[in-house]
Each structure stands twice: as C-alpha cells, then as structure tokens.
C-alpha cells in the first residue's frame, strides 16, 4: 500500500463548514463522534463532533465565558485543546501535563474567559495524530467588541486527508511519515463558511491551518486587501497580501473588497491547486474608506529578558545522532521530560533561541501564550503562537510568560510532536 502513494493527488470542491454555534452567555455541548464523511465521491468513516465534520464553529465575543460541556461519544479517551486563547491552565486541555483524557462515555466541562479577539480554533490533543487527521477540530472566533464594518465574516479551514488505494481513511500510521514531512494527505478537503460574495463587497476572511502536518503555500484572488492579523492578533500597520505560509495551526486575517470570484491557490514550485472557490452573486457599491487596523491587542510588549534557553529541534530522516529515544527530540530528549524547559516566575520575559538541526521544517507552537517573533537583530515584530521554521533557521522568540500553569511547548506537526517534539514551561 506504501507505493504510489502520491501519484493520486486529487483535488476537491470546498465543503461547506457546519452552521456555527454561538456560545456567547450560553453552555453548549460538543459530542465528539464516529461521522461519516462525503469525500471524493464516498463515504468514508471520519471523526466530528455533534454529527458533522467537522467540528461547528464556535462563535462568542471578546470577554464573553465560554463553557462547552464535552460528552465523550468515541470509543477512545479524547481531550480538546483550545488553541491560541489566553486561558487557565487546567483549561488548556494537555494530556498529563492539564487534565487526564476523558474516558468514552463520559463528559468534562470546560468554562474560561476568552480575552482576546481574533481568529483561533479547538482540537483533539489526545492521540491527536489520529482525532486530527479524521476531523476532530473546528474554528473558535472570537468577536471584537468593536467589530470592522466587512459585509461578510467568512472562516476557511484549509485540511488534507490521506486515503488508501482504495479511497477510504488510510489507517496505518507508517514510521516513514513521521521520520519526515509527517502525515500528509493526497486529497485536499477544505472547508469554507459562505457559499458566494457580491461583486464590491468587503470580506474578512479568516484563514486556519488544522492539518496534521501539512504547510499550506496559497495565494488569494479576487479580493484587493491586506493581512490585518497573524494567529489571531492584530497587526498595528497591515501587510501586503503576497503569498501566504500557514503551518498546521497557523492562521491568518485578511480584510479585502471583492473583484471577482474568490479563489485560494495552493503554489507549489510546479502545480497550482485550487483550493477554494467563491463565486461572485450579485453587486454593491464599493466602499470609499480603506481597510483600518483592527484593535490593538492588549498583551504586554516584552520586558528586559530575565531568562534565555536554547531549543535545539534534532533527530528525523537525515538528521544527525541525538540523545533522545525517539525519531525526534529537543535538546537531546524525545518526549514531555520530568523538568521545564524554563521555569520562572509570573510576568518575566524570556528569550528562546529555536534552532532547528534537522532537515525538515517545524512549526512550533506555545500554550497558553503568544510570543513575539523577532528580527536578527532581536527586535519584536509579529505576535504568534506558532511559529515556522524551515530546515536549518534558528529564530529567537520573546516570551512574556504571564499566564501561571505548566504550559506545552511543541511542533505542531503532529506526527513530530507524537514522535518526541514536545517540552514544556512552568510559569509560577
Ligand atoms: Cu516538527
């Protein structure tokens, strides 16, 4: 079953994501579950929540509570991981390190206050490479109080899925997709929240990476706009709307007005793939003002920096020998190890240097935080919670670590972080 396996890549339209639930002063309830989904021409047994695939986008406002009661409807144990929300830590839904799995059968009521607005999204983090790669995820958009004046807010879940020769979910997880690129899927499924746009109408799209291991290259056309937000926090001066990089968790904001069909690409050195695809129905009268910064982010801008580490991501096919079990490891060890990687008290700033000693690229991804990226010369520049490194970088990230809790620190591809990329913070 191993051979060939790529020479199917097959493309498919956009799914229509599930009607959203609003969660705003209300407890709702996510019944993850064995769904059947509708790819390429057959129905193929995936993972979803309250009978769809995938999850239901969760819409609440910025400082509103979110409470969702998880009945645990799979024959598995399941946790749900809150991605990018400032939030308590025995919220944060990490296996050993948060909360234990929740037994089949059984339910686990997750209650925090959201203080950010933006873009971010829930998923399985238990035996997440599997929960994941079937469909347990979903958008969780939280609204600005002040929201921008767009005609439409639209959520685009970019996602791939890996199916056997047959055309049905490919079962076996095989040591050659961990040891490299990870999981990758040879047919696209993205899923959008809108079914057409009107010629001259301004669009907030809403782009999220919830794939196992796959980076997404795209390209927008059709909309004239501009990047107001990177993980869900707003940029003060907006970015040109080049091409696109999103690793599995990223997410970008985009505010344009409509010039045509509405169609995401995928650019690869050698194929265009269209990935979704809006049609134009219908027209209104442009807008004369041009698209304005969101509103600011409240986080702290980093202090002077009272600890410093270094994370040396190591191991993989063609990677170099290292002390840790597994086929991947941070500085020499594979897996959650007994100590942090830093521990420090409540409101310090700490500068990590990600060094990545492999020969494949890593999205790393912080909990319970943002972070700031920051230039060669160690200036901050854009706030993320996960960020990409391709083989061979080393970046520097500034860490305001206020949030009290032990909080994971991981590659996002999640083949890598099953396979031994993962360490953690304590924050006391
Ligand atoms: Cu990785």
Redesign the pocket.
């Known amino acids: 079953m191993a051979m060939n396996r790529r020479s199917f890549l097959l493309t498919s339209v956009a799914s229509m994501l599930p009607l959203p639930l609003h969660a705003g002063g209300t407890r709702i309830t996510l019944r993850p579950g064995q769904v059947s989904a509708h790819i390429n021409q057959q129905s193929i047994d995936m993972l979803g929540f309250n009978g769809s695939w995938p999850g239901p986008e969760i819409r609440l406002r910025q400082n509103d509570r979110l409470r969702v009661r998880v009945v645990n409807e799979l024959e598995n144990g399941t946790i749900l991981h809150w991605h990018g929300i400032r939030l308590p830590n025995a919220m944060d839904g990490v296996n050993v390190l948060t909360q234990d799995a929740i037994p089949p059968g059984r339910s686990f009521d997750y209650d925090f206050k959201v203080p950010d607005a933006g873009t971010f999204w829930y998923h399985s983090h238990y035996m997440s490479v599997e929960q994941v790669s079937r469909g347990m995820f979903g958008p969780l958009i939280v609204e600005e109080i002040d929201p921008p004046d767009v005609d439409q807010d639209i959520t685009v879940m970019l996602f791939d899925v890996l199916l056997d020769a047959d055309g049905q979910f490919e079962t076996e997880f095989e040591p050659e997709q961990f040891a490299t690129a990870g999981r990758i899927g040879n047919i696209m499924t993205p899923f959008v929240s809108t079914g057409k746009v009107r010629l001259g109408e301004r669009l907030r799209l809403r782009v999220i990476n919830p794939a196992p291991d796959r980076i997404f290259n795209i390209r927008l056309d059709g909309v004239n706009g501009k990047i107001v937000a990177l993980d869900g926090m707003p940029l003060t001066q907006l970015q040109p709307m080049e091409n696109l990089t999103l690793a599995p968790g990223q997410r970008v904001d985009i505010i344009g007005d409509v010039l045509g069909n509405v169609s995401i690409i995928e650019s690869t050195d050698t194929d265009e793939t269209e990935l979704v695809r809006i049609p134009i129905d219908g027209e209104r009268k442009p807008r004369e003002g041009e698209v304005l910064p969101l509103p600011k982010s409240s986080l702290p801008r980093p202090g002077l920096v009272t600890y410093e580490a270094d994370l040396e991501?190591q191991g993989g096919a063609g990677g170099m020998a290292h002390g840790g079990f597994g086929t991947?490891a941070f500085n020499d060890t594979s897996g959650l190890p007994d100590k942090p990687l830093v521990s420090v008290p409540r409101g310090d700033t700490v500068r990590l240097r990600l060094i990545n000693n492999t020969a494949?690229p890593?999205?790393i991804h912080l909990h319970g935080h943002h972070f700031w990226e920051t230039t060669t010369d160690g200036k901050p520049t854009y706030l993320r919670d996960t960020t990409l490194l391709a083989a061979g970088e080393t970046r520097e990230i500034l860490c305001v670590l206020d949030n009290p809790g032990s909080w994971l620190l991981h590659?996002h591809?999640l083949s890598?972080q099953v396979d031994g990329?993962a360490t953690w913070l304590y924050v006391s």
């Open positions: 991501m991947w494949f890593h999205g590659c591809m890598h990329m």
